[in-house]
Structure formats: C-alpha cells, structure tokens
C-alpha cells in the first residue's frame, strides 16, 4: 500500500489571502471544510497544518478561491467588497518606461498602455471603494466624490502610482483623506445628513460607526472591513502600531456597548459587507472620471497660467510707475508758541489816506523814480 503524497498548499499568509479576497469569513471556509473556526485560524498562522482528507478539500478550496473571478460587470456587491482587500496582491504594477502591466487577475502577460491600465484598475477597485467609503462617511454622493477625486489625483500621477507596489492602496488612502476633510462641513449641501438605511439592523449599525471618532472609525474599516493586518492598517492611517491596536479595540468596544451582538469581530466583518452592500453604489464609467481628471487639470493649468500671467503684469506696471529715487516724508507739524496770529488789516486813518493820495499823485516812471527828492 502506497501513501498519496502531500497535497500542495500555499504559505499560511497566502490562504489568508485567498480567504479575504473571496469575502469568506473562517466561520463559513471552516464550514466548507468541516473543521472549527479556531482551526482554520491556526492554519492561516501557521500554528497547525492540515492532513488528509481535509487537507486535500482544504487544497481544492483554496485552488478554487485562486481562480480569477467574475469581470466586474458581473461581479456581486459581495465580491467586489472582497476584491478591495486583494489589491496588494493581485494589481502590481512593473516598473519600466511608460510600461505598466495587469496582474494575474486577467492573466494578462503583455504591456498595457496607461489608458488601459488605468480603466483596468478603476473598474476593479472603484465599486467596492465606494461602499467602503459610505460607510465612512455616511454620504452616498461624498462617498461617489471622493473616489472620483481620489482616481483623478491618480491619473493626473499615474507614472508615481504605476510604479507603487499598491496602487490600489494608493488611491484608496487618498479617497479616504478626500472624504474626511473637515472642509466638507462649511459646504451647504453637505451641512444636513442623508436619509439613513431602512433596514434597523443597517441604522443602528451606520449610527453606531457615524458615532466613532474619524480616526478610529478608518481604524476599524481598514481591519475588520477590507481585512488588512494590523501593521498595513497603522501606515495607511499614519500611526504606530500600537496606537492602531488602541484605536482598533477602543472602536470595537464602542460598537459593541450600543450593538452586543456584534461583539465577535467574524460578525461584524460580515454585518460591514452587508451593509455596504445593501446600498445601491454604482461607480461612474472609468473614462468618464478619467476624462474629468484631465478637463479638471487643463482648467487648473489654465487658472495658474491666467493668475502668473496677471502676476507678472502688475509687478510691470507697478515697476513702470514707482519712483526711481528717495523721497523723504514730508515731517508732521508742529506748534510754534509766541508768535501772534495773523490778522487782517483795520481801516485807514486820515493821515494814511493823505500819504496815500500823495504817493499815487507823485508816482513817477522811469530812472528819476529812484531819485531822492530833496524835502
């Protein structure tokens, strides 16, 4: 009797991987598998390792789980959800000159133009971003805004995010910067909240996370929404490590107090996805946003050309009309005492009136005129 050989499986951080990216919990792969859910976290950690039979089912679950998936047309909410937290490792990005090339997703082993892996990587990020961001804000059309603002910074610097290891990591920093701006509190349209779900179990739980601090509320998105570890979720957030753990419990403790039945993180990972999903959040097509992004960065060069050009002008003219030597101020005035005040003449007395008459009388023309005259 011959022994089968061992069934292949990928490293303990792999079937984490494949795990999240199909937007499975270990409750339901454990499930799937037949085994607890504390067993499978002891084989994504490397603290057990399957055999026999469940680990040849545990093999062909993750083989099937590696497949490429739906396009995104046809993708659920569910998987798109899910495709957010496999950007790190399915979209690379190859460094070269003006070269980029599509991941293993769809197989693609030749060079992309920009334009192409730009739609690309919007069409597989945008609809779960999306959702992620709603549930950070709680603002469906800022939510729609901020992804969109997000993609155009990033076609508008497509060769710094071609070559970043994680460029869906990229923009999903900036969309999430862009919807937390505090300068969206000073606009009108923004200053009244949206209706909320309809669903109670939905309100109760967009309320409990609309009540979190910004920065814990992105904490607790990142790890038990999108499913990054703990020292991802501390850079994308700029914090340490440990104040990302602070943030992380504190929020889950917060969520927990209003919502008890969310206290297992599984749980709440999953009531996330539902309630992402739950809301119809389409992104707009990927070369309308990045149509926009050059419309809007031809209009921002235009408006910085205009102000240089009107910059340039003034300091023309005001070269041409200032003074081209020192002229000192003119010195305040001062109070001079003793001096009397000056005062109009009075009327004449007779004896002036009399030399008055004789002098216009006597009056001579020419060089006699200032002659003496003898009395």
């Not at 795990?19 to 499975?24: F, N, Q």
């Not at 792969?29 to 607890?36: E, F, H, I, Q, T």
């Not at 396009?71 to 003006?98: F, I, L, N």
């Not at 501390?234 to 107090?257: D, G, I, K, Y």
Request: glycine share 6%; aromatic share 6%.
């Amino acid at each position: 009797m011959t022994q089968s050989p061992a069934v292949p499986l990928p490293p303990p951080e792999e079937r984490r991987r494949l795990r999240e990216a199909a937007s499975l919990t270990r409750a339901q792969l454990a499930s799937r598998v037949g085994v607890s859910s504390e067993t499978v976290r002891g084989w994504e950690t490397g603290r057990s390792t399957p055999r026999g039979r469940r680990a040849e089912k545990y093999a062909k679950l993750l083989d099937s789980l590696s497949r490429p998936a739906e396009s995104p047309a046809e993708m659920t909410p569910h998987q798109e959800w899910g495709a957010a937290s496999d950007e790190v490792a399915r979209w690379r990005t190859r460094r070269g000159a003006g070269r980029t090339a599509l991941a293993e997703r769809d197989h693609i082993t030749g060079a992309l133009t920009p334009d192409q892996a730009f739609d690309a990587l919007y069409s597989f990020c945008a609809p779960a971003l999306v959702r992620q961001t709603y549930l950070l804000t709680g603002r469906r059309e800022l939510a729609r805004e901020s992804v969109e603002r997000a993609f155009h910074t990033a076609w508008q610097r497509w060769p710094e995010v071609a070559c970043d290891p994680d460029p869906a990591g990229w923009v999903r920093a900036v969309a999430y910067d862009c919807a937390l701006s505090p300068w969206h509190r000073l606009r009108p349209r923004y200053r009244h909240p949206e209706p909320p779900p309809s669903d109670a179990s939905d309100r109760a739980l967009m309320d409990a996370l609309l009540t979190l601090p910004p920065s814990y509320r992105r904490t607790l998105l990142l790890y038990d929404g999108v499913g990054l570890g703990l020292p991802e979720t501390a850079a994308e957030t700029e914090a340490s490590t440990r104040a990302a753990a602070n943030r992380l419990m504190h929020a889950r403790e917060a969520v927990a107090e209003r919502l008890p039945e969310l206290a297992d993180p599984e749980v709440l990972h999953w009531r996330l996805v539902e309630l992402a999903s739950a809301t119809r959040l389409r992104a707009a097509n990927p070369l309308v946003v990045r149509r926009g992004g050059e419309r809007r960065a031809r209009l921002w060069t235009r408006a910085a050309i205009a102000f240089t050009v009107v910059l340039i002008g003034t300091t023309a003219l005001t070269m041409r009309s200032a003074p081209t030597r020192y002229e000192p101020p003119v010195p305040e005035g001062e109070t001079v005492r003793g001096v009397p005040p000056r005062v109009a003449p009075g009327p004449l007395s007779e004896s002036e009136l009399r030399l008055r008459k004789k002098l216009r009388k006597e009056q001579q023309r020419g060089p006699d005129r200032l002659l003496p005259q003898p009395r």
